[in-house]
């Protein structure tokens, strides 16, 4: 069953933006162009902001470089090797392992193979810069497959 949005809340829905910091633009967009099959639309700030299109939503590779605080509360620093956050990008390919090894050839790193699933299957890569993605391939209903 969907749920339904309340009508006072469907006028207030906010436009989503991905942002992706990155410590090099043109590595950034070289990985993201070749690698994931996005383009770039355009760089915006002087050049620390690329905007890449070609999925659902734009998603806005930004220049901060290492070392650097995220916030000014913050008590970590930017680092780009790998590091495990709970969000990350999912990509939904139409051949997993002609996505894997794109990816692969444009500096992604492999963590985990392809795994079956209800829905699908999904592979666990991380890009260039230590942010982890995955790519998912559906199986019939896709998510729609589940079971609770």
């Given at each position: 069953m969907r749920r339904q949005i309340p009508?006072?809340?469907q006028e207030t829905m906010m436009q989503l933006l991905i942002n992706v910091d990155v410590d090099d633009l043109p590595r950034g967009i070289g990985f993201y162009q070749e690698g994931l099959g996005l383009r770039l639309s355009r760089k915006l700030f002087d050049?620390?902001?690329?905007?890449m299109t070609g999925g659902a939503t734009p998603i806005y590779l930004l220049v901060k470089?290492?070392?650097?605080?995220?916030?000014?509360?913050?008590?970590?620093?930017?680092?780009?090797r790998r590091h495990w956050t709970p969000v990350h990008l999912d990509f939904v390919v139409d051949n997993l392992e002609a996505?894997?090894?794109?990816?692969?050839?444009?500096?992604?790193e492999i963590e985990d193979w392809p795994q079956e699933f209800d829905w699908g299957r999904q592979a666990t890569?991380?890009?260039?810069?230590?942010h982890g993605l995955c790519f998912i391939?559906?199986?019939g209903?896709?998510?729609g497959a589940a079971r609770h």
């Open positions: 009508r006072s809340c050049d620390t902001v690329a905007e470089p290492a070392g650097t605080r995220p916030t000014s509360r913050a008590d970590t620093r930017r680092d780009y996505a894997i090894e794109r990816a692969l050839e444009a500096g992604a890569l991380s890009d260039p810069f230590g391939e559906w199986k209903e896709g998510y």
